[in-house]
């Protein structure tokens, strides 16, 4: 089946750090790969998507690459706030035949990352 | 606009109990999903439904039942409660773009404890 792995966390960082967090897959076929974010108290919310090999997904200083040779998409921000202490998953779903998706995602751990100031 | 909307917030149920989870959203989204997340673990899909009297199962489906007699509304039902169904449960919700893998709208989540 599909999964999604996750670098083990928590993370925690000084404020200006530069952020990576390592995500890997195995899928059978070319998934959709997302990065969701959950704050504290709240549910989660999309932060970045790509939809095939070697596009880049970018979203408030946020980017990842979907790298098929690695099947991998590492989530990276070259400069953290403490407005960015939160949980993030990594997550993929597929499309079945024809090309239709039913949007069913597989999410990895999540990584919780604390940054201090 | 509210988005997705949960209830209860916080819930504690007795083993055997059953319980309705209440979700609904106001963006007249066809797929709507349920997940449940376990602590330091993933999100995992329960069931889904891509449109109204239309329901399927995902990862998880044992202990749980749904139905979806409009747009707005997808409630879980849970029957026999046992305490590993203890978990933190989202709803959410998605617009269909042909060719698109668009985004999934989250609930705030209903933190439910069996004991």
């Given at each position: 089946?599909?999964?999604?792995?996750?670098?083990?966390?928590?993370?925690?960082?000084?404020?200006?750090?530069?952020?990576?967090?390592?995500?890997?897959?195995?899928?059978?076929?070319?998934?959709?790969?997302?990065?969701?974010?959950?704050?504290?108290?709240?549910?989660l919310?999309?932060?970045?998507?790509?939809?095939?090999?070697?596009?880049?997904?970018?979203?408030?200083?946020?980017?990842?690459?979907?790298?098929?040779?690695?099947?991998?998409?590492?989530?990276?921000?070259?400069?953290?706030?403490?407005?960015?202490?939160?949980?993030?998953?990594?997550?993929?779903?597929?499309?079945?035949?024809?090309?239709?998706?039913?949007?069913?995602?597989?999410?990895?751990?999540?990584?919780?990352?604390?940054?201090?100031? | 606009?509210?988005?997705?909307?949960?209830?209860?917030?916080f819930?504690?149920?007795?083993?055997?109990?059953?319980?309705?989870?209440?979700?609904?959203?106001?963006?007249?989204?066809?797929?709507?999903?349920?997940?449940?997340?376990?602590?330091g673990?993933?999100?995992?899909?329960?069931?889904?439904?891509?449109?109204?009297?239309?329901?399927?199962?995902?990862?998880?489906?044992?202990?749980?039942?749904?139905?979806?007699?409009?747009?707005?509304?997808?409630?879980?039902?849970?029957?026999?409660?046992?305490?590993?169904?203890?978990?933190?449960?989202?709803?959410?919700?998605?617009?269909?773009?042909?060719?698109?893998d668009?985004?999934q709208?989250?609930?705030?989540?209903?933190?439910?404890?069996?004991?």
């Open positions: 089946g599909n999964s999604v792995t996750q670098m083990e966390g928590p993370v925690t960082l000084s404020e200006e750090a530069f952020l990576t967090i390592n995500c890997t897959y195995t899928a059978t076929g070319y998934p959709s790969l997302f990065w969701y974010v959950q704050y504290p108290g709240e549910g919310q999309l932060l970045l998507k790509a939809t095939k090999a070697d596009d880049k997904g970018s979203n408030k200083g946020f980017e990842a690459t979907y790298r098929k040779e690695t099947t991998s998409f590492h989530l990276e921000k070259g400069s953290v706030q403490v407005s960015d202490s939160a949980v993030y998953f990594c997550a993929l779903s597929m499309r079945g035949a024809g090309g239709t998706s039913y949007g069913k995602l597989t999410f990895g751990q999540g990584t919780i990352l604390t940054v201090h100031p | 606009n509210a988005g997705v909307t949960q209830t209860p917030k819930r504690i149920l007795k083993i055997g109990q059953s319980m309705t989870l209440q979700c609904t959203q106001d963006m007249n989204h066809n797929y709507m999903y349920w997940y449940r997340q376990d602590p673990m993933g999100l995992k899909l329960i069931y889904y439904s891509v449109g109204a009297g239309i329901t399927d199962k995902g990862e998880v489906p044992n202990g749980y039942n749904v139905s979806r007699s409009t747009t707005e509304d997808f409630p879980l039902r849970l029957e026999l409660a046992a305490p590993s169904q203890t978990s933190v449960y989202f709803c959410a919700s998605r617009e269909v773009l042909a060719g698109a668009s985004e709208f989250f609930g705030p989540g209903t933190r439910l404890t069996v004991l």
